[in-house]
């Protein structure tokens, strides 16, 4: 484990500004991996004592059978007169995917949501132990296709550091790179969706020209409109020519420079942004105790971006801003991913004007020997997707198999918030919240 | 011997027969009602005969003064409310016979006496005889209120205040009464005969009738009057019938009456009826689509309903005084007829929710205890008076709406622009309250009757079945209900003889008539050429479509007579999941109407909260003011009414404290300054 990024200390309680991110179990131990907003650090200690209980089953979904749903109901029961459990999906227009809710109302106010995830649950972390890295690649990057590119850096990075391999400069470039496409692409995506829903069908049609057009660009130059199989273990598979990049760039500056336009007006769209003002707010200091991350932490003005926080190369060599908005609403997190779509142009840009040269691959070297330390014998990644912050943790055994894997996507800590939020709303904003949560079922189902 | 001889004779016949179930309800509750439903079928033979002849009758009992007499009279004018309410008591008095098992015999005695009262109100030709019946019907009726199953300080709140509402309608209408009095000399007036009133007096007279007979209506800002003693003191369902179907129908023939009396309109009197009308209309389908009370919702509905006979009434007003005779004649028979549909229509309602609440033993709409059966005739009769309630053609209640919102689509004929605003002003209030009603009525139908048949299961609530009364009197109302639709002419007919006495000649050739193939009298027209319409061939049209569809089921191999054993039954598609089988996991009567809740908080006064108790989260979505029983929005009316009962409290102990303190020489010198000032009021109007 590299201590340069994960500090080791015992946490006893939770609050103030540390933040509950993951709970796994890696040789006989429970940890918790936290957050210290404040000190901008990553945290693992053993499973605090306090920890809340509605976090047991949510972060350790992963050992949940497929196809139950688990319910997510955090809050206590609700009672008063008319009130009852509308039920929403898994099968219903408006939820994109195999997903539902409980919606407990009296009738078109929101009074608390109880999600239902696990209905699209493959079980990918068993899945891949005793595979090969190479093998259990195809795997990961193909659970949650709208974040392959950093599931994959993600695993990949983790194993890289678990074997301590050398992996060429371009190669780590040429995955930031991936990664930020893959950001601007799915805000895109996400602006689209908020588009559709407040029924501005030229703004979604325009959102989601622009979507396609990254998707073609991710087509021509990484061989795949969705990032499969660019990455690969110790290295990448296109090798990007200077002219290559140059064409990205221009390319990408011309699709930021066209989505500005847009963007402006979107903000003269007064029917548009009477949708989103006010609408499901997430107070601060919910954001931080339910553990939000990505755009909707950053809309409620929680500073923390792992690429600033939690850096892996060549983020450390690049200026990275990171986009916050007090408003605590759905405008808000909207702002933020439009605002990010600006700021990954830039960071884009960065990297392919500053793409250093050499090769793209470098060969397997066998672990090194290491001390008997358990926890030496796990590596952890956490990269931030487009929704937030993912974590993995993975071990190896003896032959180079996966043997243990850990996956924390965004989406599955970002329900909490997202029902918090929806409190006493109305069903009309519902779609609203959704959306600018950026949720995926395939990415918190695994 | 002419049918006009048998007059006198049925109409001693009806009173005897009801004077008699009332003193037997003591001994035996089934022989009282059969014996209403007797004195019924006689009124409603005895109004038959009168309306379709064109007889009078007039019978003096007693002289009390050289000019006045008491007297019962006949016209074809109150004949057709006769009528009306005969046909309403008969289905109410058949039900009963069903219904009333566990209530006290004095229920059954109250109620033939309160419609032995209003044949009274109906067939007194002289104010003094009107009276005592309109007294006697509201206290028989407060009586009647008290046999209510709620929690007994909530019923007796409930009846005081009809009471006193009640005696206010009396002292508003005895001021009326009086300004006539003043005019013509006589108490004789409120028969065919008597003179019209041209009086300067008149504006006195119009607004007092108005108050007094707008407080038995329940028009706004009276309606109060209307839905609390029903809904808060959960009276017995037939005595709601009875008070929502046909004692609001003493307040539309009074009105009437008393307008068809005055010599000559002030042309503000007519703006005010109007914006009265259209107030009531549209804040009694606002509180209706949000009641949660089997029988709050229909009496809020009344509420509307009577609005738009008020509005009519306003309409034929305005028109007259423009000289608008062939728009005022209609507008009056639209009056009529809507006062007809409005009451079948709604004596249904209060008995089919009177019996599916019987059944589950609450009168919460939404309540989840499932319905074991309230049989055929329950749904049909069911389903056919919340569509005429919600104005679908061709049935009764669509009929008379079209005509009255055909009247106010022609306000434009009023003679100056003023009348015109408040026309098409008044008429945007009935057309959203016709709009809104259709929430309350699909609510009522839905969570009330249709919902809980559904997901029954097989077993009686408590042996309850519904005998061979109660489902006659499910299908004597369906009956009527579509039977006044489809056969419209023969009502306007009956509607145009009763308006005739007013208008000075019959409208019915004016206004029934063919067209465009439809043979003559079966299409309706609401000018000369405005509107029209033929509820007789929209019925035949439905049942022709309907044929046509059997006719091709049979064409495709499914035989047309068998469709009944071809249903297939599936469960419903529910998002993927299994079906509920929980009551709170199925949308509900609530929710259902909250949005309007939530969106008209600032006439609602709603207000929601949501209390975290530990770990219980408690949803508070109410008005500020206490449910009494289960009534959950707040009629601000009210809480004007609660102010004004606790001034009213306050100032009597004031008074009895400081200005009535015990000390006898301060009473004598009150006494004695009383006496002074009546003296020279007398000295100085004397001279």
Redesign the interface.
């Given at each position: 484990m590299d201590s340069r990024r994960v500090e080791r200390r015992n946490v006893e309680s939770l609050g103030d500004a540390i933040q509950l991110s993951s709970v796994f179990r890696a040789g006989g131990h429970t940890y918790a991996l936290l957050s210290d907003m404040g000190a901008h650090k990553t945290v693992l200690s053993e499973l605090p004592p306090t920890l809340g209980e509605e976090f047991g089953p949510l972060l350790k979904g992963g050992e949940a059978p497929a196809g139950t749903p688990l319910e997510l109901d955090v809050?206590?029961?609700?009672?008063?007169?008319?009130?009852?459990?509308?039920?929403?999906?898994?099968?219903?227009w408006g939820v994109p995917e195999?997903g539902?809710f409980k919606l407990v109302?009296?009738?078109?106010?929101v009074?608390?949501v109880i999600p239902q995830v696990n209905f699209k649950k493959r079980g990918v972390e068993r899945s891949v132990v005793g595979r090969t890295p190479q093998d259990a690649l195809l795997i990961i990057e193909r659970s949650a296709g709208n974040f392959s590119a950093s599931y994959s850096t993600c695993f990949l990075t983790a194993v890289e550091d678990y074997l301590g391999s050398e992996v060429p400069l371009k190669a780590r470039w040429t995955r930031a790179a991936a990664i930020e496409l893959e950001r601007i692409c799915n805000h895109l995506h996400v602006f689209g969706r908020l588009a559709e829903t407040a029924s501005q069908n030229i703004a979604a049609s325009q959102a989601n020209a622009l979507r396609e057009r990254v998707l073609r660009l991710n087509s021509k130059h990484f061989g795949h409109r969705y990032l499969f199989g660019f990455n690969t273990v110790g290295g990448v598979r296109p090798d990007l020519s200077r002219e290559e990049c140059k064409e990205l760039s221009t390319a990408v500056r011309l699709i930021a420079r066209e989505f500005s336009e847009l963007v402006a007006y979107f903000l003269s769209s007064r029917i548009f942004l009477d949708r989103l003002q006010g609408t499901a707010r997430l107070e601060r200091g919910d954001a931080l105790s339910l553990g939000a991350v990505g755009p909707a932490a950053r809309g409620s003005g929680l500073l923390w971006d792992d690429r600033l926080t939690c850096p892996i190369d060549p983020y450390e060599d690049i200026y990275v801003n990171v986009e916050t908005d007090a408003g605590e609403d759905t405008m808000a997190r909207t702002m933020v991913r439009v605002r990010e779509i600006e700021s990954s142009t830039i960071v884009l840009r960065e990297i392919l004007d500053r793409m250093p040269g050499g090769g793209v691959k470098s060969g397997n070297r066998p672990k090194q020997q290491r001390d008997g330390d358990v926890l030496d014998d796990l590596a952890l990644c956490r990269i931030e997707s487009p929704s937030g912050d993912l974590i993995q943790v993975v071990q190896l055994d003896m032959q180079g198999r996966v043997s243990n894997l850990h996956v924390r996507p965004a989406s599955l800590v970002n329900w909490l918030p997202f029902a918090r939020s929806l409190?006493?709303n109305?069903f009309t904003d519902f779609q609203f919240a959704f959306e600018s949560f950026g949720l995926s079922y395939a990415d918190s189902d695994r | 011997m002419t049918p006009g001889d048998l007059l006198p004779g049925l109409l001693f016949g009806t009173l005897a027969t009801l004077g008699v179930g009332s003193a037997l309800g003591l001994a035996s509750k089934k022989a009282a009602y059969l014996l209403g439903v007797i004195g019924s079928a006689l009124g409603a033979v005895l109004s038959l005969i009168t309306l379709v002849y064109g007889g009078t009758a007039s019978i003096d009992l007693w002289h009390f003064t050289p000019t006045s007499s008491a007297q019962l009279q006949l016209s074809q004018f109150n004949s057709y409310f006769l009528l009306i309410s005969s046909l309403v008591w008969l289905g109410t008095c058949l039900y009963s016979v069903g219904y009333d098992d566990d209530y006290p015999r004095s229920l059954s005695s109250l109620m033939l006496l309160t419609i032995l009262s209003m044949v009274f109100v109906l067939v007194s030709g002289d104010a003094i005889t009107f009276l005592m019946g309109w007294e006697s019907m509201t206290i028989s009726s407060f009586f009647m209120i008290l046999e209510g199953k709620g929690e007994r300080e909530g019923v007796r709140n409930a009846a005081y205040l009809f009471l006193a509402f009640g005696e206010g309608s009396s002292v508003f209408i005895m001021l009326a009464f009086s300004g006539l009095f003043s005019t013509v000399g006589t108490f004789d007036f409120l028969g065919p005969a008597a003179a019209r009133v041209v009086s300067p007096l008149g504006s006195w007279i119009f607004v007092t009738a108005l108050v007094g007979f707008g407080l038995k209506m329940g028009l706004a800002p009276f309606h109060m009057s209307e839905w609390l003693p029903i809904a808060h003191s959960s009276a017995p369902s037939n005595a709601s019938a009875l008070l929502s179907a046909t004692l609001t129908l003493m307040g539309v023939y009074g009105i009437m009456n008393i307008v068809s009396h005055l010599g000559q309109f002030e042309l503000w009197w007519g703006w005010l009826a109007l914006a009265v009308g259209g107030v009531s209309a549209l804040l009694g389908a606002l509180f209706s689509s949000v009641s949660e009370h089997s029988k709050g919702l229909p009496a809020y509905s009344t509420i509307e309903n009577n609005g738009m006979i008020v509005v009519a009434i306003g309409s034929y007003m305005v028109a007259s005084y423009y000289n608008l005779a062939l728009l005022a004649d209609f507008a009056l028979v639209a009056a009529l007829f809507h006062a007809f549909s409005h009451s079948i229509s709604k004596g249904s309602l209060f008995l089919v929710n009177g019996w599916v609440s019987k059944l589950k033993g609450s009168f919460d709409l939404g309540s989840p205890n499932p319905l074991p059966g309230g049989g055929r005739s329950l749904g049909i009769a069911g389903i056919f008076t919340v569509l005429s309630l919600a104005a679908v053609p061709p049935l009764a209640g669509f009929v008379s709406e079209w005509m009255i919102l055909e009247v106010l689509f022609q306000s434009f004929r009023f003679g100056d622009l003023t009348s015109q605003i408040v026309g098409t002003l008044v008429g945007a209030m009935v057309a959203l309250a016709a709009g809104i009603i259709v929430v309350s009525m699909t609510k009522v139908f839905g969570f009330g009757i249709l919902w809980p048949r559904k997901s029954g299961t097989a077993q009686g609530a408590g042996g309850i079945r519904d005998g061979l009364s109660v489902r006659g009197s499910f299908a004597y109302f369906f009956a009527l209900i579509a039977g006044v639709g489809v056969a419209a002419p023969g009502v306007f007919l009956l509607a145009s003889d009763a308006a005739s006495q007013t208008l000075g000649a019959n409208p019915f050739g004016t206004f029934v008539t063919g067209l465009l193939g439809v043979p003559s009298p079966f299409v309706i027209l609401s000018g000369s050429p405005f509107g029209g319409f033929s509820p007789t061939f929209t019925a035949v049209a439905f049942l022709l479509i309907l044929l046509v569809v059997l006719l091709s089921a049979g064409a495709i191999g499914i035989h047309p007579l068998r469709l009944g054993l071809r249903i297939r039954r599936t469960q419903g598609w529910s998002a993927g999941r299994a079906q509920p089988d929980d009551a709170t996991e199925l949308y509900n009567s609530f929710g259902y109407s909250t949005p309007i809740r939530i969106m008209l908080r600032f006439l609602f006064r709603t207000k929601e909260s949501v209390v975290k108790v530990g770990a219980v989260q408690r949803t508070v979505v109410r008005s500020p003011d206490e449910y009494v029983v289960d009534l959950e929005v707040l009629d601000v009316f009210k809480k004007f009414y609660d102010v004004l009962a606790k001034w009213t409290l306050w100032l009597s102990a004031y008074t009895s404290r400081k200005v009535m303190p015990g000390k006898l020489g301060l009473y004598l010198i009150y006494i004695m300054a009383a006496f002074i000032f009546v003296l020279i009021y007398i000295l100085l109007t004397a001279g």
């Open positions: 809050g206590g029961k609700v009672e008063g007169y008319g009130v009852f459990e509308f039920p929403y999906g898994p099968v219903s195999a539902g109302t009296y009738g078109e106010r009074v608390k409190e006493s109305v | -």
